[in-house]
């Protein structure tokens, strides 16, 4: 399970804080995108936007030199009603854990 520290802004509610998952509102096309950080180097980092526990899209850090990469991605997705969509730490370490990463989402286009 991934904990997020703190929550910017949640119209309508969607996102749970204890849970770091979005339910989708309502059907349409959204975008997501997602920023990581991590701590060591020799390491390799990889985060994944799941969408009902399939993963979607991937972010990689791997440099062996840099102790501190960053890595980020993002994506439009056609959602259906209570599609759920969370960050999946696959892999490596994160610089404080979570707190030094963000992920946001909105609705474009109802459908």
Do not use: C
Request: net charge positive; hydrophobic share 45%.
């Amino acid at each position: 399970m991934i904990f997020l520290l703190q929550v910017l802004v949640n119209i309508g509610n969607h996102f749970d804080l204890k849970a770091s998952v979005f339910q989708a509102p309502r059907r349409g096309i959204y975008s997501f995108s997602f920023h990581v950080v991590k701590v060591y180097n020799r390491q390799t980092i990889q985060v994944n936007l799941m969408h009902n526990e399939y993963p979607i899209i991937s972010a990689f850090a791997g440099d062996q030199d840099v102790t501190r990469e960053a890595a980020s991605n993002g994506v439009l997705l056609h959602l259906e009603r209570e599609d759920r969509l969370y960050l999946k730490l696959e892999r490596g370490n994160l610089m404080g854990g979570w707190k030094y990463s963000t992920f946001s989402g909105f609705l474009v286009f109802p459908l």
